[in-house]
């Protein structure tokens, strides 16, 4: 028998002044990443822009390796998204990314799903590199 974890789901959303184009831009070149996300030390990725389907592997602190798939892209009406799947040590998590505009700026929303402690431990981190996204 297995044991299965349960899974949690936590949103999150963040304004900010930023040109909803750039901060979409800021977003879909994973080289652009560290500029926002002080998490990220690195990206490996084949392409300039995130593409459906693809994989890569972000680099955190000490170096350490997760894999990534990215899953969509939806550049098309007000709000984009995108989402993908990253893992490591076993632990895998599902993140959609939403960017709209606002009347002052860019609001950005984060919905993540899997394991709990993770999703837990994540959500700060995150809420800071989404507010220096959108800052």
Known sequence: MRFAWPA???EITVDGPRAT????DRYVRPQRWPEW???????DY???????????VVRGPAGLP???QVIGVDAAGPVRTWSW???????KLTLLHTVQ???????????????A????????????????LVH
């Open 8 to 10: 949690l789901r936590r």
């Open 21 to 24: 184009d750039d901060v979409w």
């Open 37 to 43: 996300s002080p998490q990220i030390r690195s990206v």
């Open 46 to 56: 084949p392409g300039e822009v995130l593409a459906p389907g693809t994989t890569g």
């Open 66 to 68: 997760v894999p990534f």
């Open 85 to 91: 799947t990253a893992s490591a040590a076993g632990v």
């Open 101 to 115: 505009a606002t009347a002052t700026g860019t609001r950005t929303g984060l919905t993540v799903v899997g394991f």
């Open 117 to 132: 402690p993770a999703v837990a431990g994540y959500l700060p981190m995150a809420w800071w590199a989404l507010r220096r």
